[in-house]
């Protein structure tokens, strides 16, 4: 059994607190929290034991959880990793890409398993799309949020964005072409709206759009492809799939439609997927676990965490770009 400890217990950490207590293969040894009045109501709350010094938690586990603040994550990793701990680090990976860069390097060095927390690599919706053909010639992206206070202190872009960019990155598998993008500070000093236009080598085009100032929530990633349409409702945790074969391929649940100029009738299907007991942050967890003990690699490497980070930072370059007027 592996054991556990947890760097940050805000509100996250208290979630990955909460979870990994339900883990079996884990055993959680405790947590540290330099915010005094955060350690003492999640030691209170969760019955978990306090650590006083972080290294003390460090040497006592074979696997750190970084939940901390982002500008925290650098230094917490690499107190980890030297002493050859494996590391789940939230996201963003780091603070700077030069932070990210050196992570990257450190985790091969001392050869330990590492993973970044992009929870919606494992929302039921986008895990129901595995192993199908994915050749999107065009991404559509709504993240919508209600204002939160919390964790505020950085951009909508590395705060919600960042998580649409990386699964836009997993399935394109293609190099960034151009990246156009606008954003405004309404209630922060940083974008709290941001729309994104990424074009890919390959010809993909994803338009992004994030708002953490919005009346309702909405987290959906629309995928339109050579005969197929699909919508991912990352809120829902259900993915709907529309498809167009030729009639011959008809299904008992298509109707027949005539595309015109004498083309082949096509028939519509339609499948609904996903799985909404799926735990996403629970089942990360439980991923890097396996991995750990099985030799494998974690499905969301630090190079994914640094690629994502990458275009984020590359979106908030071009929108303060535009806000001082260069070319």
């Known amino acids: ?7 940050g217990a805000g509100h996250l950490g208290k979630i990955h607190l909460r979870l990994i207590k339900e883990i079996s293969d884990y055993e959680l040894v405790g947590f540290f929290d330099a915010d005094d009045s955060q350690a003492i109501s999640a030691e209170k709350e969760l019955g978990v034991k306090r650590f006083a010094d972080m290294n003390e938690l460090i040497d006592n586990a074979d696997v750190v959880d970084i939940v901390t603040p982002t500008l925290s994550h650098f230094d917490c990793a690499v107190s980890a990793i030297k002493k050859s701990k494996h590391v789940f680090i939230e996201k963003p990976l780091a603070n700077t890409q030069d932070e990210a860069r050196q992570l990257i390097q450190l985790a091969k060095e001392a050869d330990i398993k590492a993973t970044v927390g992009h929870t919606e690599r494992f929302n039921p919706a986008f895990l129901a799309l595995s192993g199908m053909e994915l050749h999107p010639m065009f991404i559509e992206a709504h993240c919508l949020a209600q204002f939160n ?4 202190d950085f951009s909508v872009v590395l705060d919600l964005m960042i998580h649409d960019l990386d699964i836009i990155l997993s399935i394109v ?34 338009n992004v759009t994030c708002s953490r100032i919005a009346m309702k929530q909405m987290r959906k990633i629309r ?12 809120l829902e945790k259900t993915t709907e799939i529309f498809r167009m074969p030729d009639v011959s391929e008809e299904k008992p649940n298509a109707f027949t439609i005539d595309t015109g100029m004498n083309r082949e009738k096509k028939a519509i299907s339609y499948e609904k997927l996903g799985d ?3 735990n996403s942050i629970k089942m990360e967890l439980e991923m890097l676990n396996q991995c750990i003990r099985e030799g494998s690699e974690p499905r ?8 994502a980070m990458q275009v984020a930072c590359q979106v908030l370059q071009v929108i303060e770009k535009n806000k001082t007027g260069e070319q």
């Not at 206070?149 to 505020?152: I, L, V």
């Not at 156009?180 to 390959?202: K, L, M, Q, Y």
């Open 300 to 307: 969301t490497s630090l190079m994914d965490g640094y690629n």
């Open 1 to 7: 059994m592996l054991k556990i400890g947890v760097l």
């Open 276 to 278: 909404t007991k799926i």
């Open 173 to 206: 598998k293609s190099n960034v072409k151009k990246i156009s993008a606008s954003g405004v500070a309404i209630c922060s000093n940083t974008p709290d709206i941001v729309n994104a236009r990424i074009e890919f080598d390959n010809g993909c085009v994803a």
């Open 223 to 234: 995928l339109f492809q050579k005969n197929e349409y699909i919508i991912m409702d990352l």
């Open 149 to 152: 206070p919390r964790g505020k």
